[in-house]
């Protein structure tokens, strides 16, 4: 039987090598709606963090579930500021 620390390193590193393919291959034209879907991943990110930092004894999950939901918030938040400000770029001005 396969170690379970060892199936959820290598699925993360999986991720990892994906993750790195799928934003690279994808055109300058595209990166703009790329960008709103990690701020909807970190949403789930979210999801997850909540959960792992749920009600019970206080141990090192817990802490780092309260971490994931700070950075996890401040990238979501951060990343429709971003967007907005490309959107903005792209309206027509008054004159």
Known sequence: MIDPFIFQFSIF?????????????VTPALHTPLMSVTNAIS???IVGALIAAGPA??????????????????????GFVVTQRMLQMF???NR
């Open 13 to 25: 590193v999986l991720a990892i090598f994906v993750g790195y393919y799928v934003v690279w291959s």
């Open 43 to 45: 949403s789930v990110i």
């Open 57 to 78: 004894e206080l141990n090192l999950s817990k802490i780092f579930g309260f971490f994931a939901i700070i950075l996890a918030s401040i990238n979501i938040f951060g």
């Open 91 to 93: 309206k027509k001005k």
